[in-house]
């Protein structure tokens, strides 16, 4: 079983950052990847970014050039750096890994931006 905690949500205003955190309970190997979704309200999950364990990365268009993701070196933290946010970023960010064909989800953390 894999464990996931989030942190780094919040308030800010439009054209501010937050930098989301994720740590996984297990080290994600070359073959799996760890990332993020989110969800605003009335609307399906959506893929915001994805990272594999050999570092190959991956961004929804609506966020490409202003969200950076990255892990650390033991591949078992991931994070979501958030530059030049908008009121339509305002969403529970999900953190997600898939580790040997499973999938696993943290409980989410509120990004809320102001315009």
């Known amino acids: 079983q894999v464990q996931l905690v989030e942190s780094g949500g919040g308030l800010v205003q439009s054209g501010g950052s937050l930098r989301l955190s994720c740590a996984a309970s297990?080290?994600?190997?070359?073959?799996?990847?760890m990332g993020w979704y989110r969800q605003a309200p009335g609307k399906q999950r959506e893929l915001v970014a994805t990272?594999?364990?050999?570092?190959?990365?991956s961004y929804a268009d609506s966020v490409l050039g202003r969200f950076t993701i990255s892990n650390v070196n033991d591949k078992s933290t991931v994070y979501l750096q958030m530059n030049s946010l908008k009121p339509e970023d305002t969403a529970k960010y999900y953190c997600?890994?898939?580790?040997?064909?499973?999938?696993?989800w943290g409980q989410g953390t509120q990004v809320t931006v102001s315009s």
């Open positions: 997600y890994a898939m580790r040997f064909g499973t999938d696993y």
């Open positions: 297990v080290t994600i190997f070359s073959s799996n990847k």
């Open positions: 990272v594999t364990g050999t570092g190959r990365t």
